[in-house]
């Protein structure tokens, strides 16, 4: 009867706290916030609030792998390292192939970054201590977001979230594509098209142009015009001085994104006078056991970069 009652009293306690964490998780947790629309879709994020006292910077964790995105995808585990830091985390969930293209998934992040510095004064956070992450497609979304973000226009009265900038202030990825027009080697493109064409990632490169006198959406097939797009997606096309500091965490035998794409990233920046670190991964592939260990040396990038901090 006594060790009845003792493992009621168990079960009792451990439900208790399992509700605990979970109101805490939920607490802690904004969920699908809309920053933006299209073709009459909603574009949403979810916002995780710091778990200690706040540092008022934000990372922005970009939901994506073969620019395949979606809501499910979201892990609030990986936000750890990062609220409980003291930062504000907005996990960005962008439109998603097959419907979607690259070009139309990084303008989504355009306006998701908009969004956040549109609000900054809502969640109490600085709009110049912006950090962003992701991996693999994520890594590459996060990339053009340091070196091609979208400097902020004059108020509109119609759409106030056009008038604030993109860009972000530091990045910390993981094995991104970078460059399409030289995809492993030089010369080797990776467009979507012919035998090197990524399995089950083909309607990423979908492109697609307006044709205003048809009204209507049309292929493109000229490989000119398509290689022009293919630079203008690639993050290594836009490396400035002025581009955001920079760590990519790759695996040397990536057989997908080839550590060349991180390798020539960094050298251009490093070049271009811009701050960049490649932590290379030895024998690994695309993802390894415990990355969630390596996003605690993403908190210490963005710690650096945006705090002034060091450990």
């Not at 760590?247 to 080839?258: N, R």
């Amino acid at each position: 009867m006594l060790i009845h009652t003792i493992k009621c009293v168990i079960v009792s306690l451990t439900l208790a706290l399992l509700a605990t964490l979970t109101a805490i998780a939920q607490d802690n947790r904004q969920a699908d916030v809309i920053y933006g629309r299209k073709y009459g879709l909603a574009l949403t994020m979810d916002v995780f609030k710091p778990t200690v006292k706040s540092n008022r910077a934000a990372i922005v964790m970009i939901v994506s792998g073969g620019w395949f995105s979606s809501p499910e995808a979201i892990n609030p585990k990986s936000t750890n390292p990062f609220t409980s830091r003291g930062y504000h985390v907005f996990a960005v969930v962008h439109g998603s192939q097959p419907k979607f293209t690259i070009p139309e998934a990084i303008e989504d992040l355009h306006r998701a970054t908009k969004f956040i510095r549109s609000k900054a004064k809502e969640y109490e956070i600085d709009p110049e201590k912006i950090g962003i992450s992701g991996g693999s497609a994520g890594g590459h979304l996060s990339l053009m977001m340091g070196v091609a973000g979208k400097k902020g226009g004059e108020l509109n009265s119609k759409d106030q979230v056009q008038g604030f900038a993109s860009g972000a202030n530091a990045v910390a990825c993981f094995f991104p594509p970078t460059d399409f027009l030289n995809w492993g080697e030089e010369g080797k493109e990776q467009l979507g098209r012919g035998p090197q064409a990524i399995p089950n990632i083909v309607a990423p490169f979908d492109f697609v142009v307006f044709n205003q006198q048809k009204k209507q959406f049309e292929p493109v097939e000229d490989i000119m015009e398509r290689r022009k797009i293919g630079a203008a997606i690639s993050p290594i096309t836009h490396i400035s001085k002025q581009s955001a500091p920079s760590l990519i965490i790759h695996g040397d035998q990536d057989k997908l994104v080839s550590i060349q794409q991180a390798e020539s990233f960094v050298k251009k920046m490093k070049e271009a006078g811009a701050i960049a670190e490649l932590d290379t991964r030895k024998g690994a592939s695309h993802g390894w056991a415990n990355m969630d260990k390596d996003l605690e040396k993403f908190a210490d990038w963005f710690d650096l970069h945006l705090l002034n901090k060091t450990k």
